[in-house]
C-alpha cells in the first residue's frame, strides 16, 4: 500500500487520481510528474543503448501525461519521430510475492519499454491502454529505472483521428504502476437488462491451478454474487449472472450507478477491484403503427439532443489537465440541457467517461481514423485498436453507440491506386471491397457488444453500407434551405429506399437520426466566429417538426482553433444567446426539452401592420412523464416601442398531451400591431404547477405605410437613413446589410443634415427628442485590411488555425467578452446627449439584421445589433430650431467607435429619428 508520504508527493503530480475509476485497486502508484527526455531525431538511441542510461544522460525534462507538443508538457515541440523517457522509481509493493504490472492509458504511437534495462514489451496503437507485467525485472530495493521509447511518425496507417488541432505526440495518458496477486481479475464485462438481470463475463489470470471463489458486492452490499471457480495456469474465464430486484435504472435524468467490488480469493490471497455498473438497455423499436425506428432507453423513445465534442484542450490538447476539467465538461453540457455527446474521432479518456457516468449523459463514441489508403497494413492496425478501445470502455453505461468510421475518411482508395485497379469510378473511390470491409467492422463490433447501437460510417457522402442508425450530415443555412433539406431527407427515408445507402444497399426501418449539424460548413468560405443563436432555433424547430427524426449531433461544444461554432468559448466562457429578451427565463436548454412546442413558421416574417396572421402549432413528445394530462400553451404577442414593452394579446390555450411522437396542437390567430415594429409572439409550455416545460418564440417584421414610420407615441416623426450622413471623419467607415447599417472604426464622428416640417406645416416645435439604434464597433482585421477567404482543404479540416478576424463572414456574437465605446450627440454644436455603448454584439436579438441578409450562403454582419439611444433636446435649442428648421445633428463616437443601425438592421424597426410635438 502507498505510505502517507508517497500519497501526499502523489497529490503534488499532474491527474493524481486514479486513471481508471471504473477499475480499480488500492495498491498503485501515480508515475505523472516529471520525466527525463531527449528527442532521438537520427534514431541513434537503440544502437547507443540509451536504455541502459541515468537520467544524467537526458537534456530535457518533459511532464507527463501531456503529449510532447502540447504547452504543459513543457516542451511544446510539434515534431514527428523518436524520442526517449527516462524515470527512476523508489517503490517497494506489499506483499514480497506480489506481482508489479506497469501500465499506460496511451501512448501514441509505437513504443518499447525497459525496467533497469531489460525490455518488457512493445506496443503499437496512439489510443489504447496496454500494460506489462515487470515483476521479474523490478527491484525490491533501491532505484528502478523506467525507460520508454516513443516513435510516432504519422504514417498514412496510423490511426490518427483529427490531431490536427493539437497533435498527440509520446506519452498523452497517466501512467501508473499496480500490484495484483498471483492469481487476479482481468477484466469483467457487464451486460444489463432492465428487469434486473446482469450476466457477467469475466477473466481470470493466475500464475498456477487452484480453487477460487469471485464474488461481487454492490450498492453497499445491498447486491451479492458469489461463484466459485477451478482456474488452470494462464487465463480463466467464467460467464454467470444475478439478478436485482427493483433497480434503479441509469438515464441522463438518473444517473444509478451500482458501485462496488469484484473480488477474488484463493490460496494466493486477494484481488480486490473497485468498480461500477449501471443497469440499463439501449435499443431501437417501432411505436404505434410506424414503419420506422426510434432509438430507446431503457424501452421508451428518447430524443437525443447531442453536441459533437472534439474533446480538446488549448493547453493540453486532448488530455485535460486536470480531473476538475473533465467533470465541468459534462456540467456545462447540461446546463444546456443536453443529454448526449458525440465523442468526435477518437475514444474518450476513461476518466470523462466516468463523469459522463457519475452525471449522467450518453455517449456516442468514435473510432478514431486513419488517413492513407484502407489497406491490409491500415486495416489490421485499426482492428488493433479498435479491440483495445471497446474492451477498454464496455462497462461505462453511458456509452450508447461506436461509430466505427467518420465520413469515409480512411475509406477512399487513391486515385492513383484505382487507376491501377480501373475502379476508379467508385464514389468517392469507396471501392466494393473496402464497403464490404466496413460491413465487416459493423458485424464484427455488434458480435463484440450486442448491447449497444453500432454504425458503421458517420456519413457526409451518402454512403451506408450497414448500419443500426440511419444518420447523415449537413451544413446548410438559411431557414428556406434548412427547411426544404430536411422535408426531402424525411420523405425519402424508408424501408428499401436507396438514399443515404451506397453499394446496392438500402435502407431499413431504423431510426433516423442526424449526427452531424451546424453554420460553421454551410456559409461560402465558412461562417467564420459568427452568430449561432438565430440558426440554431430555426434548425431546432425544424428538426422536432418531423416525427421520423429521432436526434442531432450540433457541431460543436466549444470552438476550436479553426471553428468557432460552439456553444462556449474554447476557454469554457458563456456566448449569449439572447433568446431570455424574447421569453422571459428562456435559455437554449428550452430548445432541448423532451416535451417541446414546435413554431410551424420561420423565424421572421414581413408583414403589414395591422395583418391577421395564422401560426400553426405543433407538439413534439419524447417523454411519457406528462402523458394522459392536460398541460397549458401560455402565449402572448408583444413589441417594444421605443423602449416601452407593450402587450397586444395574450391568452392561454388548454392542450391535451398523450402519445409519443410529433402531432398538431392548435393554431393561433393574431392580429399584428398597427405600426411599425418587431413583434414577438413568445410561447410557454407549462404543467399543473406552472413549472414551465419549454419556450419558444417567434418574430415579425411589422411594417406601416408612412415614409418616416409609425410609432404609438405622440408627436411627428422624420427619419434619416444611417447611411445619408454627409459628413464623416472616421478613418475607417463602412456600411453593411445592404445600406442598413453604417459603421466607424475608432474615434471620429457622423454629421447628419436633419430638415422638420417649415411653419406653414408645423407652426411650433414645442418638444423634440432624438432616437437612434447605436453599439461600440470592435474593429477586424478586414475591416482594415479587406477580407481574406482561406479554402477548407483537408489540412484545414484536420484542425489547421487562421486568423478569424480576415473571414467575411466573421461577426463575433455576444459572449464574456466586452467592446465598449460612448458616443455623444450634438444639436448645432450643442451637446444633448451621452451613451454608454456596453458591446459590439450579435446573437438572436438582431432579428433585423438577420432578417434582411442579402443571401443565405454569405454573412453580412448577421446577427448584429445595437442599444436604443434617447436624448431629449433642451428647450432653449427647440426654440431656436422654431426659426430655422434646419439643423446639423453630430453623433461622435470615443476611440470604441460605432456602429448605426436602421430600419432594416439592428433590433428596433427605426432610422435616426426625431420626434417633435
Known sequence: MLTQAEMSESAAYPRAEHPRPDWQRADWLNLNGEWSFRFDPNDEGLRASWQNHTVSAYDSRITVPFSWASPLSGIAQNVKGIAWYCRSVAWRPSPSDARIFLRFGAVDYACEVWINGVSVGTHRGGYGPFEFEVTDAWRAEGDNAITVRVQDEDEDYQARGKQGYGEIRGIWQPVWLEVRPQAYVQHAKFETRIDGQVNVTAKIDARSAGEAALEFSFANGQVRHRINATLGPGTTEITTSFTIQSPLLWSPEEPNLYEGQVRLSGDFGEDVVTTYFGVREIGTARFDGRNYRWITLNGKPVYLNGTLDQSFHQTGYFTFPSDDDMRNEIFLMKRLGLNFVRIHIKPEEPRKLYWADKLGILVMEDMPCFWGNPDERSRSSYEREVLEVIERDFNHPSIFSWVMFNETWGLKTKAETTSLTGRSD?????????????????RWAKQMD???????NSPCNWDHVETDINTWHFYINGYEQVRAHLEEVVSKTFPGSS??????????????????????????GGAGDSDLAWHYRYMLNEFRRHDKICGFVF??????????????RLDGTDKDFGYGAFVPGMTIA?????DFIVIDAPPCQTVDAGTAVTVPLLRSSFSDRYHGKTLSLVWELWYDNLGVRVTAAHGTVDVAWDGFGVAPVTELHLTLPNQDAVAVLALKLVDSTGRALTRNFTTFDVRSSTADGTYDKDGRFVSVPVADFTEYSFEHQWEAIGVGKTSGAGEGRFVYTISLPDSTE???????????????????ARNIEGAKVREPGINYMHGAAANVEYNPNTYYMTDEE???????????????GSFDLPDDPADSRGVLSWHYQPLHNK?????????????????????????????KLELRAESGGVALYGRNAGRYPIDLMVRFQ
Request: aromatic share 12%; with cysteine.
Open 818 to 832: 466586452c467592446h465598449a465605446s460612448r458616443i455623444h450627440v450634438f444639436v448645432n454644436g450643442e451637446r444633448v
Open 450 to 456: 450486442p448491447t449497444r447501437i453500432v454504425e458503421d
Open 426 to 442: 467508385q464514389p468517392n473511390n469507396y471501392l466494393p471491397d473496402t464497403q464490404e470491409w466496413v460491413r465487416a467492422m459493423y
Open 499 to 524: 438514399l443515404n445507402y451506397i453499394g446496392g444497399n438500402v435502407q431499413t426501418d431504423a431510426p433516423l437520426m442526424n449526427s452531424e449539424c451546424g453554420n460553421v460548413w454551410g456559409i461560402e
Open 859 to 887: 454573412l453580412d454582419e448577421a446577427g448584429s445589433y445595437g442599444y436604443l439611444c434617447r436624448a431629449v433636446v433642451p428647450g432653449r435649442i427647440v426654440a431656436q430650431l422654431n426659426f430655422n428648421r434646419c439643423f
Open 555 to 568: 457541431t460543436e461544444f466549444r470552438d476550436v482553433v479553426n471553428e468557432f461554432n460552439g456553444y462556449y
Open 762 to 780: 408645423q407652426p411650433t416645435i414645442n418638444e423634440m427628442e432624438v432616437f437612434f439604434e447605436a453599439s461600440a464597433k470592435r474593429t477586424l
Open 590 to 594: 428550452d430548445l432541448h426539452a423532451p
